[in-house]
């Protein structure tokens, strides 16, 4: 039987080999080991450059998202109030923001 991360990691290279254009993640790495982690960082790398797709990606997981957008938007409230390049974003997180998006999922 596979885990939950590994399961997640079947999905996504099964959406992966049909090449979309697009592709929208939520919470990708929610139930993931930190070795699945790094392998789908990877992949999602590695389809950015070669095969030049579009990720949106939804997630709590900042170490994530800094790794693997080069953009984010940042809501709070339900309600996107900036959009802009990663670290400049991230810089305007508050400290709760931060303590909240350093945990694990629970």
Same mark, same amino acid.
Request: proline share 5%.
């Given at each position: ?16 080999? /049909?090449?979309?254009?697009?592709? &929208?993640?939520?919470?990708?790495? #929610?139930?993931?080991?930190? $070795?699945? +982690? ?27 998202? /800094?790794?693997?957008?080069?953009? &984010?938007?940042?809501?709070?409230? #339900?309600?996107?109030?900036? $959009?802009? +390049? ?21």
């Amino acid at each position: 039987h596979l885990s939950e991360g590994e399961r997640h990691r079947v999905a996504l290279a099964q959406v992966l080999i /049909r090449e979309p254009r697009v592709v &929208i993640l939520d919470e990708p790495t #929610g139930t993931m080991d930190p $070795i699945t +982690k790094v392998d789908v960082k990877h992949s999602i790398m590695h389809s950015r450059e070669e095969m030049e797709e579009t990720f949106i990606v939804v997630s709590h997981d900042m170490d994530f998202v /800094r790794d693997t957008c080069d953009r &984010i938007a940042l809501m709070r409230g #339900g309600r996107i109030v900036e $959009i802009g +390049k990663t670290e400049e974003v991230l810089a305007h997180l508050t400290e709760e923001e931060r303590k909240v998006m350093s945990q694990p999922p629970a």
